[in-house]
């Protein structure tokens, strides 16, 4: 048990809406990640929240944003959908600060399907 | 950006039997961690080994710095092994970003 929990565990959406997904951090965690999984491909590293503020963003469009809550609690927002942001979306949290030897603790997943 | 190689990309083992994967990495890194991820989808973490030898039950870690390598062992392999398994590295400053392989896929028959 990570701890680490994200809803909703499936969406299905259409091409051109908006979705958003939230993640709560496993308790005592500040940091929070995001990565998007392709089906059949290593997961790939969205952007990274620290104390409420982005730490680090990977090759991914504006259209893709987050936010961190005071709680660490996150939310991963995606404008205008295209088909190829069907994927599974991982959370990932971590505790400390700025350290380096952090090991990251997975939610689940929301399984997102655009159609 | 860093690449991350891991093999062998399938492989099928008998019950009860060992395996050895291998993760290569293209720079120096300042963190690699291996992650199971179950049929359900949960990445679990099994080893956080930026260099050294650790062990946990059944599975052993061991990452050679230097020569850019990381090897994930599994002694009297079970079928809850059955998953894929990835290693994940970070290199830099500032971030926590992982750079992931493509995985292996495990499976392990009765």
């Known amino acids: 048990e990570t701890g680490v929990t994200q809803s909703p565990t499936h969406l299905i959406k259409t091409r051109g809406q908006q979705v958003t997904l939230r993640c709560s951090s496993q308790?005592?965690?500040?940091?929070v990640s995001w990565y998007q999984q392709a089906l059949g491909q290593g997961p790939q590293f969205i952007f990274q929240?620290?104390?409420?503020?982005?730490?680090g963003r990977g090759n991914f469009p504006p259209r893709f944003s987050g936010l961190q809550f005071p709680n660490y609690s996150s939310e991963l927002n995606v404008n205008a959908l295209e088909l190829d942001d069907s994927a599974l979306y991982l959370c990932?949290?971590?505790?400390?600060?700025?350290?380096?030897?952090?090991?990251?603790?997975f939610g689940s997943g929301t399984q997102l399907s655009v159609l | 950006g860093i690449q991350v190689e891991q093999s062998p990309p399938d492989l099928i083992l008998q019950e009860g039997a060992n395996s050895t994967l291998r993760c290569n990495f293209s720079?120096?890194?300042?963190?690699l961690q291996w992650f199971h991820q179950n049929p359900w989808g949960q990445l679990i973490n099994l080893f956080y080994?930026?260099?050294?030898?650790k062990q946990n039950g059944r599975l052993s870690a061991t990452t050679v710095a230097t020569e850019r390598y990381s090897l994930l062992y599994i002694s009297s392999s079970q079928t809850t092994d059955s998953g894929v398994y990835f290693c994940a590295v970070g290199w830099g400053a500032g971030s926590y970003q992982l750079t992931f392989g493509k995985g292996t896929k495990l499976s392990v028959i009765p």
């Open positions: 080994i930026p260099s050294g030898t």
């Open positions: 720079d120096s890194v300042n963190n």
């Open positions: 308790s005592g965690h500040n940091t």
């Open positions: 990932a949290s971590s505790s400390g600060d700025r350290g380096w030897d952090e090991k990251l603790f």
């Open positions: 929240y620290y104390r409420e503020e982005e730490n």
